[in-house]
Nanobody, 119 residues
Framework: QVQLVESGGGLVQAGGSLRLSCAAS????????MGWFRQAPGKARALVAT????????IYAESVKGRFTISRDNAKNTGSLQMNSLKPEDTAVYYC????????????WGQGTQVTVSS
């Protein structure tokens, strides 16, 4: 099973940018659909974006469309989430996740990275 480690979180002012990275190891990364999720204090974990195994297809939550970009580099076993025009409501712990195509649920998760956007 693949293991995932996120990095790149931090504190940024509203309107700023951050790039999150997800390093995969332990299994062939390219066979997994990858996703980014986030969980704000007191709220349920929510989908931010997903990307297909080849990287050719992406899905975004309405709240981040036009501001966030998900990508992956299967040769380097990495995934990324570029976040622009950040808003205070984007503050959350962000998680990288992976699932095999045969499953509908994401079953492998990273430890999370905190993103805080100040107003």
């Amino acid at each position: 099973q693949v293991q995932l480690v996120e990095s790149g979180g931090g504190l940024v002012q509203a309107g700023g940018s951050l790039r999150l990275s997800c390093a995969a190891s332990g299994h062939t990364f390219s066979i997994y659909v990858m996703g980014w999720f986030r969980q704000a204090p007191g709220k349920a974990r929510a989908l931010v974006a997903t990307i297909s195994r080849s990287g050719g297809s992406t899905i975004y939550a309405e709240s981040v469309k036009g501001r966030f970009t998900i990508s992956r580099d299967n040769a380097k076993n990495t995934g990324s989430l570029q976040m622009n025009s950040l808003k205070p409501e984007d503050t959350a712990v962000y998680y990288c996740a992976a699932r095999l195509i045969a499953y509908t649920e994401f079953g492998t998760w990273g430890q999370g990275t905190q993103v805080t956007v100040s107003s």
